[in-house]
């Protein structure tokens, strides 16, 4: 939860930075390079590639999702102003370190074999997300987006 949450907070950056240089929000190559280089990776990890597939592809949508918000908001007011070197390249650098961890927190999660209990579960993290004051409604959206798969089983 916290590594999504994380991913999610980069792709508010990816976002702000898109917005003032003008790029388009969405890069389908680089889509399909960070899921096949999770895909090898999860390997390592015991994880299928079906599973590996399906968890980024959500975790790119909930990016995507946290990413037209912030442009959406962007015509409406100034966005805040990015620390020098923030720029795409090094914050695709971020997002690629963030996957190890989101892998092996996968690998986790699923030997834990939570099964009937994994939407009470995932419920719960959620729902305690609610009780942080302050906390953006955009974010857990993107939250409940990025772990859609979680309790799939295969
Ligand atoms: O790297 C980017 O350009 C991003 O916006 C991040 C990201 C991702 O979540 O990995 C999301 C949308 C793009 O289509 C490609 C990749």
């Keep these: 939860m916290r590594v999504i949450e994380q991913r ?3 792709a508010r ?15 389908l190559k ?10 090898e990776a999860g390997k390592r990890h015991g994880l299928s590639e079906d599973r590996v597939r399906t968890f980024f592809a959500d975790q790119i949508k909930a990016s995507k999702f946290v990413q037209s918000a912030v442009m959406t908001n962007g015509l409406f007011e100034k966005l805040p102003d990015l620390a020098p070197g923030e720029d795409l390249a090094s914050l ?4 690629d370190q963030m996957q190890e961890e989101l892998l092996s927190s996968l690998a986790a999660f699923d030997n834990a074999n939570y ?21 953006p409604l955009m974010m857990m959206a993107a939250t409940a987006q990025a772990t859609l798969s979680l309790c799939k089983s295969d």
């Excluded at 695709?92 to 997002?95: S, Y």
């Design 8 to 10: 999610n907070d980069t």
């Design 13 to 27: 950056l990816v976002a702000i930075y898109k917005s003032k240089a003008r790029l388009p929000l969405e890069d």
């Design 30 to 39: 680089r889509e399909q390079e960070v899921i096949a280089s999770a895909v």
């Design 92 to 95: 695709r650098i971020v997002l």
């Design 115 to 135: 099964r009937e209990r994994c939407r009470i579960l995932v419920g719960t993290a959620l729902e305690s997300k609610k009780r942080q004051k302050g906390y």
